[in-house]
Each structure stands twice: as C-alpha cells, then as structure tokens.
Nanobody, 125 residues
Framework: VQLQASGGGLVQAGGSVRLSCATS????????MGWFRQAPGKEREFVAR????????MYEDSVKGRFTISRDTAENTAGLQMSTLKPDDTAVYYC???????????????????WGQGTLVTVSS
C-alpha cells in the first residue's frame, strides 16, 4: 500500500489550503487514517484522525475549529481542509493509515503502519 500526499504550498496567514491523500489501490480499506506534521527541528506531531467506517474524527487542540479531516470511501482518499492558517502551522504534513485498531492511540505515529511522503505547507506572516 502506498499513500500519496498532495496540496501543500505557500499561503499567507489567515488563508486556507486543502491537502489530499490518495491510496494506491481501491481495495485498500483502512481502519483509520490520520494527518501528522513535522516542523523543522521538531518531532512529528499528531494533527487529526478519521475512522474509516464511522467517519468519527479527532483533532489536536491547536487545530480544532480550523482544520477538518474527511474521507471518501469510494475513492479511498483522505483530505485535510486547513483554514485560518498561522505561521506556526508551517510544517511538512504527512498522511498515515492503519489497517488495524490504533494500538498506541490515535495520536501516536506508532499506531500507523503506512505513510505518505509528506507535503510542505508554508504559512507566511
């Protein structure tokens, strides 16, 4: 299984951008998909998660009300709509997927066995 993240770029503070994550095959049915980000010099951190069957979502506190995670079960894609962006949101964003229950919790990278290559989002002030 391969994940392909896209949609990053340069955006001004207060602006919006949408990230997409495509999976390699229509037969792939994850248990959950998530988005993480890694800023320069910092550890990878959780952003959001969506359960594939129910659509239940979870967000890191700093993005609540600004970011929305979604999934398209027909196309096997996930999205991250990011609004009211701040310079602190600047990072490489990674999509991730798990076929099994999230053993270490939704916000742990260890729970996800498949990762995309990352897409850079730069928010200018």
């Amino acid at each position: 299984v391969q994940l392909q993240a896209s949609g990053g770029g340069l955006v001004q503070a207060g602006g919006s951008v949408r990230l997409s994550c495509a999976t390699s095959g229509r037969t792939f049915s994850p248990y959950a998909m998530g988005w993480f980000r890694q800023a320069p010099g910092k550890e990878r951190e959780f952003v959001a998660r969506i359960m594939w069957a129910s659509g239940a979502t979870m967000y890191e506190d700093s993005v609540k009300g600004r970011f929305t995670i979604s999934r398209d079960t027909a196309e096997n894609t996930a999205g991250l709509q990011m609004s009211t962006l701040k310079p602190d949101d600047t990072a490489v964003y990674y999509c991730a997927a798990s076929r099994r229950p999230l053993q270490y919790g939704s916000n742990s990278p260890r729970s996800y066995e498949y990762w995309g290559q990352g897409t850079l989002v730069t928010v200018s002030s």
